[in-house]
């Protein structure tokens, strides 16, 4: 018997986040695991007359890659792979994971490696994604891995992802409507502003937002959603910022990350654990010490850290920022083979303020 919460998830994915037309060539692409939710997927993509293709994967494949594959063939890139993110029109990414440790003892510079060969498919999904000639949307199975990642039992944390993307609710689609007019209302305001600082026990930040735009992240793209950012002018961003929980990154978990900025760079990293690989990032390429993101998480259905940056960058009364590739809607410019997002709790004592006037306090909007 299919769960309903799959048929609303997949619903909200299909009719709301992508808004598929007729002929629309959708690429879906799933993990084994996430199957249940794929058929969901695959049936309502049929119904709204799309023309779907359904790829499985296996999170195991990453795991061999790194362990047998040579250096050629880490830097393959398959000629389907190019044509995929060239030409289809939708992509529907339904993660899921049975290990989320699978990929902790892999070799850094291998995963350097790959992740440079596939430079190229990065920038093409970004700047078709910001022309809006690819509309993509991602969501997260729920696996009895990721609950207990997530200290919860799998029925727990069905019911934490299901709440999260308003999914327990009779009628989500209007539900993620009415986040998108209460994100509007911040990003309206923002509009034009030049100037941000940002301060905290963990973070003494300034950086320039002139030029840049703010997104507002209804849904449409990361489901679930509930966030607003822009990409900082790159040479703006001074100060220093220690993120307050774990940094996970293709199955790597950093903590106690500390960085300092000066003129927008880099100048210094360091971690409490696995400073090793966090080096190893931010060396990938120059982009990499630069900031793509700046964002505020506005989802209060979200309020603890779960291990899973799809959820975690969410959590109502925080702040994130991005080392690396920044996306090309915003304004940013940074180019960059990753995109690494980090978490700072700011719901005791932070404060922003925008052109000298007061805009968030304590994990709230003040304006």
Not at 51 to 73: C, H, K, M, V
Not at 331 to 344: K, L, P, Q, R, V
Request: aromatic residues 10%.
């Amino acid at each position: 018997m299919v769960d309903p919460r799959h048929t609303r998830l997949a619903d909200v994915l299909v009719n709301y986040s992508v808004e598929l037309r007729p002929a629309d060539w959708t690429l879906i692409q799933a993990d084994v695991v996430a199957l249940p939710l794929a058929r969901e997927v695959y049936r309502l993509a049929l119904q709204a007359g799309a023309y779907p293709t359904l790829i499985l994967g296996d999170e195991s494949l990453s795991e061999i890659a790194f362990r047998y594959a040579n250096d050629a063939q880490l830097e393959y890139v398959s000629p389907i792979e190019n044509v995929l993110f060239e030409k289809a029109d939708v992509l529907i990414n339904l993660r899921a994971t049975s290990n989320t440790r699978a990929m902790t003892h892999v070799d850094p510079a291998k995963m350097a490696r790959r992740q440079g060969s596939r430079r190229h498919l990065m920038k093409t999904y970004m700047d078709r994604a910001a022309s809006g000639d690819l509309r993509w949307t991602l969501t997260q199975y729920p696996t009895q891995a990721s609950a207990q990642e997530a200290e919860m039992s799998l029925s727990e944390y069905e019911d934490f992802v299901f709440g999260a993307t308003l999914c327990d609710q009779p009628d989500p689609i209007a539900a993620w409507k009415a986040v998108a007019a209460l994100q509007q209302g911040k990003v309206d305001w923002l509009k034009g502003k030049k100037h941000v600082t940002v301060k905290s026990a963990n973070c003494d930040l300034s950086l320039s937002i002139e030029g840049r735009t703010f997104i507002n992240c209804r849904g449409d793209k990361n489901m679930p959603d509930g966030e607003i950012f822009t990409g900082p002018v790159e040479d703006s961003v001074n100060g220093w910022v220690k993120f307050t929980f774990p940094a996970i990154y293709n199955g790597r978990s950093v903590e106690g990350v500390e960085l300092k900025f000066e003129n927008g760079k880099v100048v210094s990293a360091t971690a409490t654990k696995n400073e090793e690989f966090l080096l190893s990032q931010l060396d990938i390429d120059p982009g990499a010490r630069y900031l793509g993101e700046f964002a505020i998480g506005t989802n209060f259905g979200i309020k603890n850290f779960t291990g899973n940056i799809l959820f975690d960058e969410k959590i109502g009364g925080t702040i994130h920022m991005a080392l690396g590739r920044g996306y090309p809607e915003t304004g940013s410019h940074n180019e960059s083979a990753i995109h690494w997002d980090m978490i700072c709790d700011m719901r005791d004592g932070g404060e922003i303020h925008v052109d000298g006037d007061l805009f968030y306090k304590d994990g709230q909007f003040v304006a």
